[in-house]
């Protein structure tokens, strides 16, 4: 664990205060603009529903490491096991229109219940991430997401932060995005949409973009108790943007369009079964193929699964463009879990993956090692605080040993 956090003497290294400091004042300036905005609109509407009614009030890859998020929510992403998502029965409904009044009738006298805000923060929510390896790599993540929830019930997301790239042989990138996403529904459709902008301190700006359109084959079932008990999900995706896989592929400006479907299925109340395809292109040339399938049941609070994953490119251009690009890679594990309460504030999470990969035509050992701690500080806010460690390559080591660590949390705010 020392070693692990060693990586952040780096960041201490280099002189790129002044980038933090002039991007932090913008930063805060736009947020504390539109906290201060949102909270009185939060203050309007919580006055109107206390003078009259109460109303109704979590892909497996991320750059080029081969992960499995644990129940992770991220902003843009579907949350399939919130089953308002899921079943239109339990979101709110519409308001319904007001009768007209009869024409003898006399005026109206004028209402004194202030006006519906046309947006609400619902929840503000900091993703970290700090991932290192044995071969002096550093990547770090802080990422906060502004939710806003439209008078429609469509929801808008503000994204914004600091990322820190720091490689063995090449300069140290820092990246600020800013995006902005958006959320709706037509009919059973779900629509998801955003773009954005990365700037980086030495580096040109960079447009990026995703999408994602989910379609339910079959509706959901929900228990009475709210758990998810059937369904079957189909969505498509599609992203565009700079690869943030380390500081050398930002130096070569790679950019990647990545697209494909998804498929979710909900077996029973303990099996589920998660399916995604992967095709990509990038900018210098080359193409790639990602599949990912995982198997689970669950049995209480223990849970077993089945991972597959493949990866495959055109041509290896690793050592010119400087992500990992194998012509053939192969990674199967099983995986057991344990997830229960430790206390009432605190829920955690264990895991241990044990399988093989295939690089090159030689097999060897595929490990990981998983914990995540959630902690609920209040009862709008909570935490979640990780630790991984692999040995599932994300790079091409020769003939040494591959290990990495990943150090996570999320910090969540609801109003």
């Given at each position: 664990m020392a070693d692990s956090f060693r990586?952040?003497?780096?960041?201490?290294?280099?002189?790129?205060?002044?980038?933090?400091?002039?991007?932090?004042?913008?930063?805060?300036?736009?947020i504390l603009s539109v906290g201060i905005w949102a909270f009185c609109e939060v203050k309007l509407q919580a006055a109107q529903l206390h003078e009259n009614t109460k109303s109704l009030s979590s892909s497996p890859l991320n750059g080029n490491q081969y992960h499995l998020e644990l129940s992770k929510p991220l902003p843009y992403r579907f949350l399939i096991a919130a089953p308002e998502n899921l079943n239109p029965d339990l979101r709110l409904p519409p308001p319904r229109p007001k009768p007209k009044p009869p024409e003898n009738s006399s005026p109206p006298t004028p209402s004194t219940e202030p006006a519906t805000p046309s947006a609400v923060l619902e929840s503000i929510h900091t993703d970290y991430r700090y991932d290192t390896d044995n071969f002096g790599q550093t990547n770090l993540?802080?990422?906060?997401?502004?939710?806003?929830?439209?008078?429609?019930?469509?929801?808008?997301?503000?994204?914004?932060?600091?990322?820190?790239?720091?490689?063995?042989?090449?300069?140290?990138?820092?990246?600020?995005?800013?995006?902005v996403g958006w959320q709706g529904k037509i009919g059973q459709v779900t629509l998801q949409t955003a773009t954005g902008i990365d700037v980086f301190d030495r580096l040109p700006a960079a447009m990026n973009l995703n999408a994602k359109v989910e379609v339910p084959i079959v509706p959901a079932r929900v228990s009475p108790s709210g758990q998810l008990r059937s369904l079957l999900v189909l969505s498509g995706n599609l992203e565009q943007g700079p690869y943030k896989s380390n500081a050398r592929t930002l130096e070569n400006e790679?950019?990647?369009?990545?697209?494909?479907?998804?498929?979710?299925?909900?077996?029973?109340?303990?099996?589920?079964?998660?399916?995604?395809?992967?095709?990509?292109?990038?900018?210098?040339?080359?193409?790639?193929?990602?599949?990912?399938?995982?198997?689970e049941r669950k049995f209480g609070q223990f849970s077993l699964a089945a991972n597959l994953f493949t990866w495959s490119y055109d041509r290896d251009?690793?050592?010119?463009?400087?992500?990992?690009?194998?012509?053939?890679?192969?990674?199967?594990?099983?995986?057991?879990?344990?997830?229960?309460?430790?206390?009432?504030?605190?829920?955690c999470r264990l895991a241990a993956n044990l399988g093989r990969q295939r690089l090159k035509g030689e097999f060897d050992n595929a490990n990981t090692y998983q914990t995540r701690c959630t902690v609920k500080l209040s009862p709008n806010i909570e935490a979640d605080l990780g630790y991984s460690f692999s040995n599932v390559r994300n790079q091409d080591t020769g003939e040494s040993a591959y290990g990495g660590n990943s150090l996570t949390g999320q910090l969540r705010v609801k109003f």
């Open positions: 990586p952040y003497l780096l960041i201490y290294r280099y002189s790129f205060t002044k980038y933090i400091l002039g991007y932090l004042q913008i930063q805060l300036g736009v993540f802080i990422e906060p997401t502004l939710q806003f929830r439209l008078r429609n019930g469509n929801k808008i997301f503000l994204k914004t932060g600091f990322n820190f790239f720091d490689q063995r042989g090449v300069e140290s990138v820092s990246n600020f995005p800013l995006q790679i950019t990647t369009w990545r697209f494909g479907p998804d498929l979710f299925w909900q077996i029973d109340r303990n099996t589920s079964l998660f399916s995604s395809l992967r095709l990509g292109n990038y900018n210098d040339g080359n193409s790639e193929v990602q599949t990912f399938s995982r198997l251009l690793e050592s010119t463009s400087g992500y990992f690009s194998p012509p053939d890679f192969l990674v199967y594990n099983a995986e057991l879990a344990w997830e229960g309460d430790i206390a009432k504030f605190l829920r």
